[in-house]
């Protein structure tokens, strides 16, 4: 059983950064890559960014390449997404996932391969 609880989200200018931590509960979250994905208002839910279990390898979406970072504390059992450089179209709810497997090298972007859903948290980028 894991909860995951995203926090960090808010209302910035274009150009300004957010950082966005997912925490997580539950025993497996050392073991499994975890997942950014966000959702705009009409628009399905889209892949941002992920990170292995190990945090050696990230994949990321090329609308952020450069501009978001994600990253783990698998003693915090916590993850992050450093934004920086927002523009107005990153606004969207952004939802925090765990990887069905455990220990897979290859890394996921698809929502499909994610069991654990947070609830998400808003972010609001203005012009």
């Known amino acids: 059983q894991v909860q995951l609880i995203e926090s960090g989200g808010g209302s910035v200018q274009a150009g300004g950064s957010l950082r966005l931590s997912c925490a997580a509960s539950?025993?497996?979250?050392?073991?499994?890559?975890m997942a950014w994905f966000r959702q705009a208002p009409g628009k399905e839910r889209e892949f941002v960014a992920t990170?292995?279990?190990?945090?050696?390898?990230?994949s990321y979406a090329d609308s952020v390449k450069g501009r978001f970072t994600i990253s783990r504390d698998n003693v915090k059992k916590t993850v992050y997404l450093q934004m920086n450089s927002l523009k107005p179209e990153d606004t969207a709810v952004y939802y925090c996932?765990?990887?069905?497997?455990?220990?897979?090298?290859?890394?996921?972007?698809?929502?499909?391969?994610?069991?654990?859903w947070g609830q998400g948290t808003q972010v609001t980028v203005s012009s």
């Open positions: 990170i292995s279990w190990s945090g050696g390898s990230t």
């Open positions: 539950g025993r497996t979250f050392s073991s499994s890559a």
């Open positions: 996932a765990k990887d069905k497997g455990a220990y897979r090298t290859r890394l996921s972007g698809t929502t499909v391969d994610y069991e654990y």
